[in-house]
Nanobody, 121 residues
Framework: VQLQASGGGLVQAGGSLRLSCAASGSVDSIDTVGWYRQTPGKQREMVAT???????NYAASVKGRFTISRDNTKNTVSLQMNSLKSEDTAVYYC????????????????WGQGTQVTVSS
């Protein structure tokens, strides 16, 4: 599975951004997709995930502000980010998890290249 992320950029606090990620390869084996973020010196943290059936999970810090969506026909996942705060500044990575790759039938992770989101206060 290969992931290509797009979107991100610079926005003022209170503004909105939309991230998108397109998957290719063994897409039929993808179970959960999601977005993670990382700032310098910190571990990568989960922002939001969505299963193939549409079950979502959000970090407490973004719940009510961010919305994750998935289009299984187009093999894309998006993250709509509203009411952005300076603490949302990070590099955002899309992730796909499923029984693909050399570890199948065990689950593996695939990561996109990361896209910078900067929120100015």
């Amino acid at each position: 599975v290969q992931l290509q992320a797009s979107g991100g950029g610079l926005v003022q606090a209170g503004g909105s951004l939309r991230l998108s990620c397109a998957a290719s390869g063994s897409v039929d084996s993808i179970d959960t997709v999601g977005w993670y973020r990382q700032t310098p010196g910190k571990q990568r943290e989960m922002v939001a995930t969505i299963s193939r059936s549409g079950l979502t999970n959000y970090a407490a810090s973004v719940k009510g502000r961010f919305t994750i969506s998935r289009d299984n026909t187009k093999n894309t996942v998006s993250l709509q980010m509203n009411s952005l705060k300076s603490e949302d500044t990070a590099v955002y990575y899309c992730n796909a998890r499923g029984p693909f790759g050399s570890k199948a039938p065990w689950y593996s992770d695939a990561w996109g290249q990361g896209t910078q989101v900067t929120v100015s206060s």
